[in-house]
């Protein structure tokens, strides 16, 4: 997988790709990040990508032509299976999308800033509106983050035991069961005596009725869906 991610600020996401999980994904070839510096596109002198809005709104506008340039550009080199928007108003990013996208072989990402971008951008290259929840950040470049690291743990070999992305949070319409680790006490608390059995189909149920348990109680609108 290829991911192209278009920003202004391109130096916010450098340390986020270079450590852990996404940098051992990288380096062992699952997947190619590519940060775009959206300046780089600019026929500005000053390298501006942004004016005032049209109207006398407030705040400032990215412009459509160094955006405009830089897709074409990378347009020219590869086919796009999504051309994806992180903007407060896309749909609500949730593990179907993720899933979904994990398929795909090449993806571009665009960090919006200020005010957002032109519509004209949104009308004539986006594929895709993402959001990541219901609140305002200063610019797309966490939320592209985000929706990246969703994305690259989920390709074959990024993780060292594939089945973990299966029994996480969501993947079924569950929250993911409690979980423990050494020692088996910790100050009179206990792990479950059931997970110190060895009986792994019961341990299957018991982990599948905690799941159930922890959704019903904090997220039930899950069940519904």
């Known amino acids: 997988m290829r991911i192209d991610i278009i920003t202004c600020l391109p130096k916010l996401l450098e340390s986020f790709f270079a450590h852990s999980i996404l940098q051992r994904a990288q380096q062992g070839g699952y997947v190619e990040v590519v940060v775009h510096d959206l300046r780089d596109y ?76 032109d519509e004209r951008v949104r009308e004539l290259f986006i594929t895709k509106e993402i959001s990541i929840g219901d609140y305002v950040l200063s610019g797309g470049e966490l939320a592209a983050c985000v929706l990246s690291d969703a994305i690259i743990r989920l390709l074959p070999g990024v993780l060292n035991d594939e089945t973990s992305a299966l029994t996480d949070s969501f993947q079924d319409n569950l929250l993911a069961p409690p979980v423990y680790t050494r020692p088996a006490e910790f100050e009179g608390h206990r792990v479950p005596d059931i997970l110190l059995s060895g009986h792994e189909a019961k341990i299957d149920e018991w982990r599948h009725e905690q799941a159930l348990a922890r959704t019903q109680a904090r997220r039930p609108d899950l069940l519904e869906e």
């Not at 340039?69 to 347009?75: D, E, N, P, S, V």
């Not at 796009?80 to 979904?100: A, F, S």
């Open 42 to 117: 600019t026929l500005d002198k000053h390298r501006r990508v942004d004016d005032y809005a049209f109207g006398g709104a407030a705040g400032m506008v990215m412009q459509i032509e160094p955006i405009a340039r830089c897709i074409r550009a990378l347009q020219a080199d590869r086919a796009y299976d999504e051309i994806i928007y992180m903007t407060p108003d896309g749909e609500r990013l949730n593990q179907k999308t993720t899933n979904t996208l994990s398929l795909r072989q090449n993806l571009i990402i665009l960090c919006g800033h200020y005010k957002g971008v």
